[in-house]
């Protein structure tokens, strides 16, 4: 049983008194672009004209994927377990990434074939080794989904408890742009070829091949856009389902939620779709270069802060742009106003 999450729209009513505040920086109005709305967004989610950013973290989910035994990716599925030791010691993209910006990194075992060994920064998770080929069955039990919803609520909790404000989602899991393309064709109502990319870059061949796989896996269950939750467990990963109950819950704990790539933004499709209110708290930082994300930024009626034209998951996109989140929580807090700064207006 998935439990509400009680998550409260955000208070327009202080946006009045937010713009004002902006408009009487020292310079012409809207001159600092998106920078503006992204300070107003943060301090609309905080409820408050002098927002902060708090202990901001960044978690990374990791789950291997059964569909992987039909060929749809173009790394094996060890490479999970290999890269989630990288990140357990710093040589991965979003380590150095977070280092560079201060972020405080946590990685979460949702599902990894193999065991792990212990790690002082892994967080033990796992809902089951891999979820099953979708081919052969639903990806997962419903109550493997509710559980797998169930702790990424419970990480947020914890965090919030200990003063986070500011949350960025990462995942790993060789496979995870099948699962991830097929929520999007489901909930988008989209046809599988207009979600399916070429996730870490399969050839030609095996592109052929993963369009035809998904379409079937497509083809076999009677689910649609009304059932996120059927959706989730049926094309799902582990850490796509823990994602989704994070994103949830850190709307409910009212964060500033940082949304990544392609298949983290299928998991915050999945949320969005479980309760609407949730996209008011959503930083989308960048548009992947994986084929899809684009719609699905389109079809959330949401723009990217930037286009660098990564790939590459793991939550880099919400680090390399985070310093972009602190600069309009700074100019709205730290610059000073023409009356303040003694500074003449424009002339009316």
Do not use: W
Request: proline share 4%.
């Amino acid at each position: 049983m998935i439990s509400n999450f009680n998550i409260e729209p955000l208070n327009h009513k202080l946006e009045d008194e937010i713009l004002l505040k902006i408009d009487s920086k020292t310079k012409p109005v809207g001159s600092l672009g998106k920078l503006e709305q992204l300070a107003t967004q943060i301090a609309l989610i905080q409820n408050t004209t002098h927002p902060k950013i708090e202990n901001p973290h960044i978690l990374v989910f990791a789950s291997d994927h059964g569909i992987v035994e039909e060929g749809v990716s173009a790394y094996p599925q060890e490479v999970t377990a290999q890269m989630v030791l990288n990140f357990l010691e710093g040589g991965a993209a979003i380590n150095v990434f977070a280092r560079q910006h201060s972020l405080k990194l946590k990685v979460i075992d949702a599902g990894v074939k193999p065991k792990l060994p212990f790690h002082p920064n892994l967080i033990e998770h796992k809902i089951g080794e891999g979820t099953r080929n979708f081919l052969n069955g639903p990806a997962m039990t419903e109550e493997q989904c509710a559980f797998a919803i169930q702790k990424g609520s419970e990480l947020i909790k914890e965090l919030s408890d200990d003063g986070c404000n500011t949350i960025g989602l990462g995942e790993m899991g060789i496979g995870n742009t099948s699962s991830a393309s097929l929520i999007m064709s489901v909930l988008c109502e989209l046809s599988v070829e207009e979600c399916v990319g070429r996730g870490a870059g399969i050839d030609d061949s095996g592109f052929k091949r993963k369009i035809e796989v998904l379409k079937k896996a497509k083809g076999l269950y009677s689910i649609d856009e009304s059932n996120p939750i059927g959706v989730l467990s049926t094309y799902g990963g582990f850490e796509i389902v823990m994602m989704t109950g994070a994103y949830l819950a850190a709307a409910e704990h009212k964060m500033v939620v940082l949304v990544d790539g392609f298949i983290a933004t299928s998991a915050f499709l999945v949320a969005y779709k479980m309760n609407p209110k949730v996209l008011g708290y959503a930083i989308f930082t960048h548009v992947s270069d994986e084929s899809g994300h684009g719609k699905m930024l389109d079809y959330l009626r949401s723009k990217p802060l930037i286009d660098l034209g990564m790939r590459l998951g793991e939550g880099t996109g919400c680090a390399v742009a985070f310093p972009l989140v602190k600069s309009a929580v700074l100019f709205l807090n730290e610059m000073s106003s023409f009356e303040s700064a003694n500074v003449s207006n424009k002339t009316e």
